[in-house]
């Protein structure tokens, strides 16, 4: 693992050509190169930059790790400009280690995207440095070990066909209990909906997982699991292992086939419905797959505006905030539905400033939530665990103390462990957990 | 002097063209060879119709980032405007439009007027913002933390343009009447007589030396902006 990682000069020599092949592509990462007018407005707008402001969290001087080695092209006109920024010096070992720290200390949430004048995404540029350190075996010690665990069991979690049956045998008994009529998960039948949370759902937010049931359930649909495929959590994404995210989507797409559902359904996770709805999917099997991608959230707004089930919102009376995680508004414009659906199921809703498109990061994003420890990167002051919680997630802690709410709304596994430690870290009695978790408690069902 | 006339009005124009020209062809032909997903970033239009509205709307008034960055936005929109105008009365250096002062019922001294008092106040609006350009770059710290050389040198130059140009309007009192004979035998390879006003030396030197130097910096943010946004307002 990394700790043990000696950086060779051959490792070097692949990241330069890893930076050098941006010119064959894609289009955004040559824009980015080229046409930063280093206005600094992103330093304004990022989490980590407001919380902790200097040079190396500016998510402009972030992007220029790799913007000026790939600037350095050998020709005469880049050596006088490097004469002008300095800008002649080579990569080093010890730039490389740095690397690893820097592009995961970048959420990827795109806020910085909303606001630069010319929508440069600097999240592609952190995917970029990400997928060069990972290809070198330099990724953080989580990311590379939940890759492994996923690529063996097909979930991040490592569950096994018998632990996943157990977790829905006692999720139903749960139901039924709660409800006082039985609420069934059908698993690997044939069905017109294949539902796919993130598999932490299952265990560490059982409460989500048993509401989306319960949403099945009230909405008349018929619906399926599938013991192969129940986690769309997908860490390529985060790693930028493009033929990881593509294995992983593809779990998910042969459940679909063998399972003859029309549509794939995910759930409360954010950068999963990114993953199936704009990156894999279509983009990976073709425009004929027999299947659409949607979401929990758009399927329940739906169902929710044409009365398809009786809520009580006074069964969940505290003040309620919602999260709006980056995946989901930013990156797949699911904005509204939720709203609608927390509006249907609480008294006391609130937002929190800003909100939507424009909110900020939880600080967990991009993989980070699932890492505590210093991850075998060397390069780290801090842990993880520290990092997130007093850098990457203070402007989400003072948002979420503005709104007075005693229940934040987060629907993604990321943002829940995020901002769950971030309540238990700094002492805040707010609980935190899904929008199907207050679904749960505010549905009539018929008995 | 003659040397440097040669140089600046006989040689270095054709060469500013071709240059430019191969260079922005060079770059925009990269960006189109290049493959990219889908990175749509919400919400977003979802019509093309709506698309290329708001892709305008952000060319004309820069709305991202005046939500972004309000004093930014104030200091580089109006530099930004005033710059617009300049290049449209730049047309007026290099030939004449008798047709359209005719249709606008302008005699010769009501274009002069009306040039030198949009063009002057333009000429110092923009001056007075390049310089807050300048001095945002070297006082807020996490501007200056993120500039170096060339974001220095690529404002110096602009301000050096400015400047030259507003001692040919305020000071030298420039004269249309040869520069447009210079620029008619200009295109059409006739012997040049480049005006001799050093000004006008500078000014003409350092402008083309910025047109040449579009394809390979930053500037390269005039054309890139529409390929930038339209990727992520890409429905």
Known sequence: ?447 | MTVIKLVVGGILPYITLVVFLWGIIYKIRKWNKAAQGKMTLYPTPSTPGGKWRKIIKEILIFQSLFKGNRALWGGTWIFHASLALIFIGHFRVVTDFPILWRALGMGKDDVDTFSATVGGIAGLIILVMGIYLLFRRMVIQRVKEISDGEDYFTLGLILAIIISGDIMRFITHFDLVQSREYFAALVTFSRVSVPADPAFLVHFFLGQLLIIYIPFSKFLHIPGAFYSKSIIYQE
């Open chain 1, 1 to 447: 693992m990394s700790e043990e990682r000696v950086i060779s000069h051959s490792d070097i020599e692949k990241a330069i050509n890893s930076v050098k092949a941006i010119k064959d592509g894609p289009r955004a990462l040559q824009l980015y190169m080229d046409i930063c007018a280093k206005c600094g407005t992103c330093a304004e707008q990022c989490h980590v930059s407001k919380a902790n402001p200097n040079r190396r969290t500016n998510p402009a001087a972030r992007s220029d790790l790799i913007r000026k080695l790939y600037k350095q092209d050998g020709s005469i006109l880049t050596k006088i400009s490097g004469l002008l920024n300095g800008n002649n010096k080579s990569l080093s070992a010890d730039d490389l280690q740095t690397w690893v720290r820097d592009f995961y200390e970048c959420s990827g949430c795109r806020r910085c995207a909303l606001y630069c004048p010319f929508g440069i995404d600097n999240s592609v540029i952190t995917r970029k440095g990400r997928a060069i350190v990972h290809a070198l075996g330099l990724s953080p010690k989580m990311m590379v070990q939940t890759q492994e665990t996923s690529d063996k069991f097909g979930n991040d979690e490592g569950q096994t066909y018998k632990s996943f049956m157990n977790a829905v045998e006692f999720l139903e008994s749960e139901l039924e209990e709660e409800h006082g009529i039985p609420i069934k998960i059908p698993v690997d039948q044939e069905a017109d909906i294949l539902f796919v949370p993130a598999s932490a759902d299952l265990i560490s937010f059982p409460e989500t997982q048993m509401g989306s049931a319960t949403f099945f359930h009230a909405a008349g649909l018929n619906w399926t699991m599938s013991s192969k495929a129940f986690d769309g959590a997908n860490f390529g994404l985060f790693t930028g292992d493009d033929a990881h995210m593509k294995r992983k989507n593809k779990v998910l797409h042969d459940a679909c086939l063998e399972l003859k559902v029309k549509k794939l359904v995910i759930g409360e996770c954010g950068h999963a419905y990114r993953i199936a709805k704009r990156i894999g999917g279509p983009f990976y099997w073709g425009n004929d797959i027999p299947y659409e991608v949607t979401n929990i959230f758009i399927l329940a707004a739906e169902k929710l505006r044409k009365g398809a089930f009786k809520l009580d919102p006074g069964r969940n009376a505290e003040p309620v905030t919602y999260h709006d995680p980056c995946n989901f508004a930013r990156s797949t414009g699911v904005i509204e539905e939720p709203r609608a659906l927390l509006r249907a199921c609480v008294t006391d809703f609130r937002e929190m400033t800003p909100n939507r498109e424009n909110n900020w990061c939880c600080g967990g994003g991009g993989g980070l939530a699932v890492m505590d420890g210093k991850e075998g990167v060397k390069k780290n002051e801090v842990t993880f665990m520290e990092y997130r919680m007093n850098v990457g997630g203070k402007m989400k802690l003072n948002q979420i103390k503005e709104t007075g709410a005693k229940y934040v709304a987060a629907p993604c596994a990321n943002c829940k462990r995020q901002i769950m430690q971030l309540m238990d870290y700094h002492k805040m009695d707010v609980k935190v957990g899904g929008v199907f978790d207050l679904f749960d408690k505010a549905v009539i069902l018929d008995k």
